[in-house]
């Protein structure tokens, strides 16, 4: 979950300096990425609530 924070801080960064939106959507195919191979219990479609 450490990595997870790590890109929501990241996106958070990006978002506020207003970054084009293609590294948002990167930042979110990480997050799934990462959801779906480490938290298969979870609904992978939970990852974008964070959001």
Do not use: P, W
């Not at 979950?1 to 506020?16: E, N, P, R, T």
């Not at 990167?26 to 974008?48: E, G, H, V, W």
Request: aromatic content about 12%; proline content about 0%; some cysteine.
């Amino acid at each position: 979950m450490l990595i997870v924070s790590g890109l929501q801080h990241l996106y958070k960064a990006f978002k506020c300096k207003g970054i084009l939106v293609e590294y948002r959507n990167k930042i979110l195919i990480l997050l799934n990425n990462f959801q779906a191979k480490n938290d298969s219990k979870r609904n992978q479609t939970s990852i974008f609530k964070i959001f």
